[in-house]
Structures are given as structure tokens and as C-alpha cells.
């Protein structure tokens, strides 16, 4: 079975402060991670996919198969970032997708 | 459309009633999924709809649940006899599917189900 796990609930920084937000995975392939965004009072969209090796807002998340982990990683922290962050797995041509529980960021000022 | 559109945003039901939630996906979007954010469980996954039939409807909680989709456009979320365990937001999201591969998968802004 596939399960994604996020151990922090609620992470606070300081503004310019870089952050790491943890997710852990486990599936017995290889499969595709992806990091969600949810800001206060809008929907869930997507920021990072493993395969697009690409940064988004400055946020950055690779893929650890070693340690079956995908960390999304920001070098300075911002204030618009405070949002409530998701990671994603999904089986290869797979269709659902199965979210860890999140975890809120709060950048402080 | 432009996006994924979910109605009602809000529905405040008596326990015991049945509630239907309605999902109009991205035009052209193959796929439809629903899902469910519950507080302090992340989003669960009910069901996923290519077309209008459901290959994968594993995530439907119980029998109380189901779901519909007509003309590879609209789905429609049905639960009976709502319970206070149903209170949640659900979200509804769609893409474009094509070799296995999802395009554009796109959440909608869900339906705040409150039972009480």
C-alpha cells in the first residue's frame, strides 16, 4: 500500500529564514511525488513535480530514493509563503492521488 | 470553463438527509475525481471517473456514498442519510488523461458539507 507521511503538523519560521518541509513515502516502485499548496481562503494547486525538476516561488524538492523522501526546501523564507503545504504521491500512469496530512507553514515577520 | 467548478461552496443538512454535491470539470478534461478534506486527515481519495465509468471507486467510505457522471462532463456526489462523520469539505478535481500520463490536474474549490 501507498502512504505518504508528513510529521510536521504546524511550522513557523522567520521571515528570510530557510525551511524544509519533510515528506516521507512509502511504495514499492517508483513513484511520482508532488508538492500542493493550499493558501488561506483558495484552492489546492499544484507547486512541484518530481519529474519537472523545476523551481517554483524558489521552492525546490527533490527526489530521495534512497530514503524514500521528497523534502520541498526554500533558501529565504517569505511572508506570502504562510500556507498549508501538501505532498502527493502517485502510482507510474496511475490516476488518485494520496496526500500526506499537511503541513501549515507560518512565515513570521 | 476556465476551471474546475464546484457547487454548493457551503451546504448546512440535518442529519439524515441526503445531500448532492456537483462537480463541472475543465472542458475537455477526461478524468474526474472527488475527493474529501476532512480536518486533521489530509484529502482522502473517494473516486476517479474516465469518461463516465468509474474504474476506481475503492475510496467511497460506505454504501451511503455514490457518485455519477453523464455525458463525460458533470459528476454528481450523492450521500444518503448524512451522518455528522460526513462534515468535511469535498473537492473535486479533473485532468486530461491520455497514455497514462495526467495533464493539468486541477482541484476546484470544493463544497463545505457541514451535518448538524
Known amino acids: 500500500a501507498q502512504r505518504v507521511t508528513q510529521p510536521e503538523k504546524l511550522l513557523s519560521v522567520f521571515k528570510g529564514a530557510p525551511v524544509e518541509l519533510k515528506c516521507n513515502y512509502s511504495y514499492s516502485g517508483s513513484p511520482e511525488l508532488f508538492w500542493y499548496v493550499q493558501y488561506s481562503r483558495q484552492r489546492l494547486q499544484l507547486l512541484l513535480r518530481h519529474i519537472s525538476r523545476e523551481s517554483i516561488k524558489g521552492f525546490t524538492a527533490d527526489l530521495n530514493k534512497g530514503e524514500t523522501s521528497f523534502h520541498l526546501k526554500k533558501p529565504f523564507a517569505q511572508e506570502e509563503d504562510s500556507a498549508m503545504y501538501y505532498c502527493a504521491l502517485s502510482q507510474p500512469s496511475g490516476s488518485r492521488l494520496t496526500f500526506g496530512e499537511g503541513t501549515q507553514l507560518t512565515v513570521n515577520p | 470553463g476556465a476551471g474546475v467548478s464546484q457547487s454548493p461552496s457551503n451546504k448546512v443538512t440535518e442529519k439524515g438527509k441526503d445531500v448532492e454535491l456537483r462537480c463541472d470539470p475543465i472542458s475537455g478534461h477526461t478524468a474526474l475525481y472527488w475527493y474529501r478534506q476532512s480536518l486533521g486527515q489530509g484529502l482522502e481519495f473517494l473516486i476517479y471517473?474516465?469518461?463516465?465509468?468509474?474504474?476506481?471507486k475503492s475510496g467511497l467510505p460506505s454504501d451511503r456514498f455514490s457518485a455519477e457522471r453523464t455525458g463525460g462532463s458533470v459528476s454528481t456526489l450523492t450521500i444518503q442519510r448524512t451522518q455528522q462523520e460526513d462534515s468535511a469539505v469535498y473537492l473535486c478535481?479533473?485532468?486530461?488523461?491520455?497514455?497514462?500520463?495526467?495533464?493539468?490536474?486541477?482541484f476546484g474549490s470544493g463544497t463545505r458539507l457541514t451535518v448538524v
Open positions: 471517473f474516465q469518461g463516465n465509468s468509474a474504474p476506481d
Open positions: 478535481a479533473s485532468s486530461f488523461r491520455l497514455g497514462g500520463t495526467n495533464y493539468g490536474y486541477t
